[in-house]
């Protein structure tokens, strides 16, 4: 289980419509070329920051970037997330190695992602 220090937004995932040109535009941008680079995800590890690429937003139908909040209890949060008025859009599930992710949206409908590294 991560500790306090590994919280925080550390992960932000960008919808691209062209992965072949927004790879090139990222690595002109942060200097490093993808640590991930695959036809259905793209990722940069960049100064404590994970930058992913994602075409067409993937499976959950990304239209803009989403935040990423590292937690150490995923359902604990989304719990505390809920009482207090998000709604859960992308329930916990398995992305691979070891890692848990979900979404929920704010009433004013932004989405706000956990991830959970077990």
Known sequence: ??????????????????????KAVYTALLGVPPTV?????????????????????GPQGMTSPVAYWHVPDIEAKLAELTAAGATVTEHPHDVGGDRLVATVTDPDGNVLGLIQDR
Request: charged residues 15%; negative net charge.
């Open 1 to 22: 289980m991560a500790d306090s220090a590994d919280q925080g937004i550390r992960t932000v995932l960008h919808p691209v419509s062209d992965l072949v040109t927004a």
């Open 37 to 57: 680079d695959s036809s259905y995800y793209v990722g940069f590890d960049a100064g404590g920051q994970h930058i992913g690429l994602v075409p067409g937003g």
